[in-house]
């Protein structure tokens, strides 16, 4: 069974970049789709961005636009965000999320999630 597991938070100023990352164990990446989604406190979870498993980039929200970029590693069974310039709005726990093959319209169409990784910008 697929589970995932989120690294690569932390505490960054505003302008600055991390990368996250997702390991995938108990099943191989290749066949499913991953998404970045987020969420700040009181507030809804949302969207940032998604990989096909053939490669095809979804984004989810223009606020990350040209600051976010997915990526994928199957051979490593990772999944990357890079996130540059990174705004005080930013700030939140940021997840992992897989469905097999195509990116879903929202995340109550991922099946297997991780526990998250702490984002926070702030001067």
């Known amino acids: 069974q697929l589970q995932l597991v989120e690294s690569g938070g932390g505490l960054v100023q505003p302008g600055g970049s991390l990368r996250l990352s997702c390991a995938a164990s108990g099943s191989s990446l290749n066949n499913y789709a991953i998404g970045w989604f987020r969420q700040a406190p009181s507030k809804e979870r949302e969207g940032v961005q998604c990989i096909s498993s053939g490669g095809t980039h979804t984004d989810y929200a223009n606020s990350m636009k040209g600051r976010f970029t997915i990526s994928r590693d199957n051979a490593k069974h990772m999944a990357y965000l890079q996130m540059d310039n990174l705004k005080v709005e930013d700030t939140a726990v940021y997840f992992c999320?897989?469905?097999?093959?195509?990116?879903?319209?929202?995340?109550?169409?991922?099946?297997?999630w991780g526990q998250g990784t702490q984002v926070t910008v702030s001067s």
């Open positions: 999320a897989a469905r097999l093959k195509w990116c879903g319209n929202d995340g109550s169409q991922y099946n297997t």
